[in-house]
C-alpha cells in the first residue's frame, strides 16, 4: 500500500524527472516468468484422492458391518467372577447359525456342560 502509493508518485514525477522516467521503465518492462503465479491444483487432486479412499473405506465398513460372513464372531469367551451364582456361566459360547434376532446371533455355552443344561447368550434391544 506504501508502495502503491510512492510509486505512483513517483509516476508523476512529484521526485523529479529522474524518477518518472525510471517509473515508466518499471511500467513498461515485461515482468519476469518467475514471478508469475501458477495456480497449482495439486493440493485439490490430493485432497480429491484421499476423500474418495476414505469415504471408500467408509462405505465397505458400513457394507460389511451388514454381511453375515465378515467380521462374524464364532466364539465368545466369557468370564465371570469367583461368585458361586454366577460362575457356571463362565466359559465359551459358540454362535448358533439357526436363531438370527434382529439381524444378531445367538451363542450358546459348550465348553464342560452337562447336555441337559442350555445356557445362551445373546444382544438384547432397549
Known amino acids: 500500500l506504501l508502495d502503491d502509493a510512492a510509486f505512483k508518485l513517483a509516476r508523476d514525477g512529484k521526485y523529479g524527472l529522474v524518477m518518472e522516467e525510471?517509473?515508466?521503465r518499471v511500467v513498461e518492462e515485461p515482468v519476469p516468468r518467475c514471478m508469475i503465479s501458477k495456480t497449482?491444483?495439486?493440493y485439490r487432486i490430493?485432497?480429491?484422492v484421499i476423500s474418495v479412499f476414505l469415504f471408500g473405506m467408509m462405505g465397505f465398513v458400513f457394507v460389511?458391518?451388514?454381511s453375515n460372513?465378515?467380521?462374524?464372531?464364532n466364539r465368545i469367551d466369557v468370564r465371570f467372577g469367583r461368585s458361586d451364582?454366577?460362575?457356571s456361566y463362565s466359559g465359551c459360547y459358540e454362535i448358533n447359525m439357526g436363531t438370527n434376532l434382529n439381524n444378531?446371533?445367538?451363542y450358546k455355552l459348550f465348553d464342560l456342560v452337562p447336555e441337559d443344561t442350555q445356557t445362551y447368550i445373546g444382544y438384547c434391544k432397549k
Do not use: I, M, N
Request: proline share 0%; charged share 25%; glycine share 4%.
Open 22 to 24: 525510471a517509473a515508466e
Open 40 to 42: 497449482s491444483h495439486g
Open 46 to 48: 490430493a485432497f480429491f
Open 64 to 66: 460389511s458391518q451388514a
Open 69 to 73: 460372513e465378515k467380521w462374524l464372531t
Open 85 to 87: 451364582a454366577v460362575e
Open 104 to 106: 444378531r446371533y445367538e
